[in-house]
């Protein structure tokens, strides 16, 4: 199974418990190895994310994931709040950080260039616009790899 099938088949397992519990999955991590592997799991919520909330959270991820085995192999399960660069993975997680300063990865180079720093301007159904040195520049969310929030 390639990386971003890992992902993608735990996000759609743990993202309802973790929304049942009352958080939003923010994203995933998953880096399996042979008897050390990771899968870092990040939340949130409008109320913040404390320890307490962490530790429940891993509780019930455990507790799912000894029945459904998605990972090969024995890892070790961390759940922390996103940070200060956390990542954008839904149209939802752009609208909410509209006028912030954003770094996007796109899955393909466009004119020599794959990495983008600059105010996200625009949030679209199909895409966003970030203000990069002194231009617009648009991209479908389909071209984006990756997304965080640049703190400065």
Do not use: W
């Not at 770094?103 to 180079?109: D, I, N, P, S």
């Amino acid at each position: 199974m390639t990386a971003t099938a890992l992902r993608d088949r735990l996000i759609a397992l743990l993202e309802p418990l973790i929304e049942q519990l009352g958080f939003e999955l923010v994203d995933v991590e998953a880096n399996p190895g042979r008897g050390s592997g990771l899968l870092r799991i990040y939340l949130d919520s409008p109320a913040g994310v404390g320890v307490d909330d962490c530790e429940r959270v891993s509780r019930e991820v455990s507790a799912l994931l000894d029945v459904d085995d998605p990972m090969p192999g024995a890892f070790t399960l961390e759940v922390s709040s996103p940070g200060l660069d956390r990542i954008l993975r839904k149209p939802a997680h752009f609208a909410r950080f509209r006028g912030e300063r954003v770094r996007v990865e796109l899955t393909e180079a466009r004119e020599g260039r794959r990495r983008y720093t600059g105010q996200l301007l625009a949030v679209g159904e199909s895409g966003i616009e970030i203000e990069v040195d002194g231009e617009t520049v648009a991209m479908n969310f389909a071209a984006i790899d990756r997304a965080r929030l640049a703190p400065l």
